[in-house]
């Protein structure tokens, strides 16, 4: 049975997913559920059925049914570890975990569509207010995080001369931080290092303007 994806083209937890799918070379089926206000496809009886956070993304594989885009990643590294995207020692594993639990859990929830939606709505922040959170977050986690990388002697990937983990957290999160136009001159390793890995088909092929719920008329 192929692998599901439930995704919604902008989510970059979801992105995340489809990075890791496309690295491991792992056939896969995209299931477009909109989190668009007004749509909010993911909070409607059918979704919330299969997925009772009501979140993206969710994967289905066979008789597995799992949300939380760290959980699935493990899932697939432990389920199809044909092309890893963890190291083999357990120190260096443990280090790319430690990077992505710094985006995943630092940065991604204060600044994630649902937070942003009610920063503006419920508290009534002006847009210039809440752009000045998503870019302090932003900040306070890209600073550690190129300290702490371990950067490649080419400098192409976040650990090691291949992609890891890591990078699939990265550039999604790079994404987000350009659409919202962060300033990232004090982050140069970690720009290089998502500008590379956009260069490859497995993360040019996820990105959000290339799902098929992307909008076609985005200016």
């Not at 902008?10 to 668009?36: C, D, F, Q, T, W």
């Not at 496809?41 to 993304?57: F, I, K, S, T, W």
């Not at 990643?73 to 990077?99: C, H, K, N, W």
Request: hydrophobic content about 45%.
């Amino acid at each position: 049975m192929a692998i599901s994806l439930y995704s919604y083209w902008r989510s970059s937890a979801a992105y995340r997913v489809r990075i890791a799918l496309n690295l491991k070379g792992l056939g896969h089926e995209i299931v477009p559920v909109s989190l668009a206000p007004g749509v909010a496809e993911h909070r409607g009886d059918a979704y919330r059925a299969r997925n009772p956070q009501m979140l993206v993304p969710f994967l289905e594989d066979g008789d597995v049914a799992i949300g939380q885009s760290m959980a699935i990643l493990e899932y697939l590294e432990e389920t199809y570890p044909d092309v890893p995207l963890l190291p083999a020692a357990a120190g260096a594993r443990a280090r790319i975990r430690s990077f992505c639990l710094s985006i995943a859990c630092d940065i991604h929830p204060l600044n994630n569509l649902r937070v942003m939606q009610y920063l503006q709505a419920e508290l009534g922040h002006r847009d210039a207010d809440v752009r000045a959170w998503y870019v302090h977050w932003i900040h306070e986690g890209f600073r550690p995080a190129e300290t702490f990388a371990n950067y490649a002697p080419d400098g192409e990937f976040v650990y090691g001369d291949r992609p890891t983990l890591a990078d699939v957290f990265l550039v999604p999160q790079m994404y987000n931080a350009r659409r919202f136009d962060v300033p990232l001159d004090a982050f140069p390793g970690l720009v290089a290092v998502a500008d590379h890995c956009n260069e490859l088909p497995a993360f040019a092929e996820a990105a959000p303007e290339n799902q098929p719920d992307a909008p076609r008329d985005r200016a």
